[in-house]
């Protein structure tokens, strides 16, 4: 069961970033999220280049053409947010949604957890997202 949640929520990822790239014409996470001029009552995202952060606020919240983020949407923030529930799926087997962002062009797999946390490896040199953990 664990593992049939785990295809299903790396579909998620995978499905959301692919979905930004359209988009946008840039992989998530490749520029920060950070510099937007939001809507009255929004938040703003604070995510630098290459990091969860900005990962995380440009698949879960609504974005301009330039991947600048905010909590909430108006002609200029009309992309996304590209996950439902504006969070990320946890792997079902660390119970962790954090994410290790690679830009080396390598994931670095291995049987353990993902720096020790579990979890998502997202990388934005290769733009590939995968599950924390291997050899299920």
Known sequence: ?????????????????VRYKTEHRRWPGKRTSMGATCPR????????VNSEQALVDQLTRFTDANGRSCTTDDAT????????????????????????????????????????????KYDVGNRRAHRGRCGL
């Open 1 to 17: 069961m664990k593992l049939a949640a785990l295809d299903h929520n790396l579909a998620l990822m995978r499905n959301a970033i």
């Open 41 to 48: 009552g929004s938040c703003a995202g604070t995510g630098l």
């Open 77 to 120: 923030f009309r992309n996304g947010p590209y996950l439902r529930d504006q969070t990320l799926p946890e792997n079902p087997f660390s119970g962790s949604d954090s994410v290790v962002i690679s830009t080396t062009g390598e994931l670095g797999l291995s049987s353990s957890r993902v720096d020790g946390r579990g979890g998502w």
